[in-house]
């Protein structure tokens, strides 16, 4: 009788060492399944600073006999009764910084490393369109009163005559890896990645192709924490000056684990 109890508390023993080291098998298993997902909302600027400039001498003195010529029927050989200055014009666009806010995705796919995926909108990016122009050595809008030509001339002063502004908004999506150098509640990342960006409100506007490479910081308190990020995006054909133009995104925002 002794031996038959003794072996049935044998076995309910070993019953209950085994359930308990399976539960904490799966509390375990399901804390690492927790860890590898994050979530970021985060705000920011984008610093953004690319202009394209024009200019034309679209009017010179020896085109003015045949143009009027050939408005009448007749021509003025390469004379005319009085000197015609040339008329030359120079346009410049340029966009600006803005605002930002966004969320991205992680998925750590090893134990430092994740995969990620985000969405950001910039609202405010501004096109500023300013001109200046001269007639002979009179000069409308130019910096030092100079004309094109580097000559002297009696131009004002000035950043040129404004044509008007309009804002742009640029939609940022994309993907890369972050790699996490450190543990602990304190975390520096390595970002790289690609993506696109599509810009929308002017004419020209499209969808620019985007490398992007940075860096950031994560501090946690658990399951939820802090990150920032700077990170370059280098637009390879940018559609207002047809360059690649760097477009730094600063932010910082919260994160969730789960």
């Known amino acids: 009788?002794?031996?038959?109890?003794?072996?049935t508390g044998s076995m309910l023993l070993t019953l209950t060492l085994s359930l308990s080291a399976?539960?904490?098998?799966?509390?375990?298993?399901?804390?690492?399944?927790?860890?590898?997902?994050?979530?970021v909302v985060f705000g920011g600027v984008s610093l953004l600073d690319a202009s394209r400039s024009a200019q034309d001498e679209f009017l010179a003195a020896a085109d003015v006999p045949a143009l009027v010529g050939s408005?009448?029927?007749?021509?003025?050989?390469?004379?005319?009764?009085f000197p015609i200055p040339p008329v030359t014009l120079s346009v410049e666009s340029s966009i600006g910084s803005s605002a930002l806010f966004g969320a991205?995705?992680?998925?750590?796919?090893?134990?430092?490393?994740?995969?990620?995926?985000?969405l950001t909108v910039a609202p405010g990016h501004e096109i500023e369109t300013r001109g200046s122009g001269c007639i002979g050595d009179f000069c409308v809008g130019q910096d030092g009163g100079r004309d094109f030509?580097?000559?002297g001339g009696r131009g004002f002063v000035g950043r040129g005559v404004p044509f008007g502004d309009r804002n742009v908004t640029a939609w940022h999506y994309g993907a890369g890896l972050a790699y996490e150098l450190t543990g602990g509640d304190v975390r520096p990342?390595?970002?790289?990645?690609?993506?696109?960006?599509?810009?929308?409100?002017?004419?020209?506007?499209?969808?620019?192709?985007?490398l992007r490479f940075g860096a950031?910081?994560?501090?946690?308190?658990?399951?939820?924490?802090?990150?920032?990020d700077v990170v370059d995006h280098l637009v390879l054909d940018?559609?207002?000056?047809?360059k690649t133009e760097h477009d730094v995104h600063a932010t910082a925002g919260l994160l969730v684990r789960f």
């Open 216 to 228: 950031g910081l994560k501090i946690l308190f658990g399951r939820v924490g802090a990150r920032v």
């Open 149 to 151: 030509d580097g000559r």
């Open 22 to 39: 399976g539960l904490a098998a799966a509390d375990d298993k399901k804390t690492q399944n927790q860890d590898k997902n994050e979530i």
């Open 71 to 81: 408005r009448f029927g007749r021509g003025f050989g390469n004379t005319f009764p």
């Open 104 to 118: 991205r995705y992680s998925r750590f796919i090893k134990d430092r490393l994740a995969l990620e995926a985000d």
């Open 1 to 7: 009788m002794k031996n038959t109890r003794f072996a």
């Open 238 to 242: 940018q559609f207002l000056t047809n």
């Open 189 to 210: 990342v390595v970002i790289l990645g690609a993506g696109g960006v599509t810009w929308d409100g002017a004419r020209e506007a499209g969808t620019d192709f985007v």
